[in-house]
């Protein structure tokens, strides 16, 4: 069964300073990769996402990720952290499944809580 | 362009009872997937329905069930309501494609809370 671990809980960077937020995965197929972001009471908001192909993915709000095949990570990276970041961050792994298209459903870490100091 | 819509935004209910859920789907996505998150916890896989018939399923026993209607709209249902079904729960739609442009959209979600 696929498997997702965040290994950190909670976080806690400056503002301005630079951020890594660690996902590996465990998937037997071809894993596809997101980073989704929750604020409190909020919904889902995708950050970025890999499929193939360049293994450094760019999203939205300045953060990037790294595909590591041999790692099996897929870690999360920011340069300098506003205030405004400061949610829950939730790594996903799923797969394109269905011949007509389609994925199946998504399987989730815990999340790592991110808190900025001014 | 509306997106993910959920309803309720909260709910209460009693240990026992039955509650249902709704999501419409963002435009142009056919797909519905439901997701249960449980406090300070990450999502869980509910289940997935296509083409109105449920394609997939999680862990999660048979009191929970679902429907998706003509128009991709869906219905979630829980039936004898346990105090920990008292969670966060997502609708998530996508559109049949493949590759990078996949991805599933999320609604605000509804709190359900049981008592």
């Known amino acids: 069964a696929q498997s997702v671990t965040q290994p950190d809980i909670h976080i806690t960077v400056s503002e301005g300073a630079s951020l890594e937020l660690r996902c590996n995965y465990s998937?037997?197929?071809?894993?596809?990769l997101f980073w989704y972001v929750q604020s409190p009471g909020q919904g889902l908001q995708l950050l970025l996402k890999?499929?193939?192909?360049?293994?450094l993915v760019q999203g939205i709000k300045g953060f990037e990720a790294e595909f590591k095949r041999s790692q099996s990570s897929f870690n999360l990276r920011k340069p300098s952290v506003h205030w405004s970041d400061a949610a829950e961050y939730f790594c996903?792994?799923?797969?394109?499944?269905?011949?007509?298209?389609?994925?199946?459903?998504?399987?989730f870490g815990k999340g790592t809580h991110l808190i900025i100091q001014p | 362009d509306a997106g993910v819509t959920q309803s309720p935004t909260h709910l209460i209910k009693t240990r026992g009872q039955q509650v249902t859920l709704r999501c419409s789907p963002k435009?142009?996505?056919?797909?519905v997937s439901w997701y249960q998150q449980a406090l300070g916890q990450g999502p869980q896989f509910i289940f997935q329905?296509?083409?109105?018939?449920?394609?997939q399923r999680g862990n999660f026993p048979d009191r929970f069930s679902g429907h998706q209607f003509p128009n991709y709209s869906s219905e979630l249902n829980v039936n004898a309501l346990l105090l920990g079904d008292s969670a966060l729960y997502l609708c998530?739609?996508?559109?049949?494609?493949?590759?990078?442009?996949?991805?599933?959209?999320f609604g605000p979600g509804t709190r359900l809370t049981v008592t």
């Open positions: 998530a739609s996508s559109r049949p494609t493949s590759g990078s442009s996949y991805e599933q959209y």
């Open positions: 329905y296509y083409e109105e018939e449920e394609r």
């Open positions: 998937y037997g197929a071809t894993p596809y």
């Open positions: 996903a792994v799923g797969a394109l499944v269905y011949s007509g298209g389609g994925a199946d459903g998504l399987t």
């Open positions: 890999y499929f193939s192909g360049d293994t």
């Open positions: 435009s142009g996505h056919d797909t």
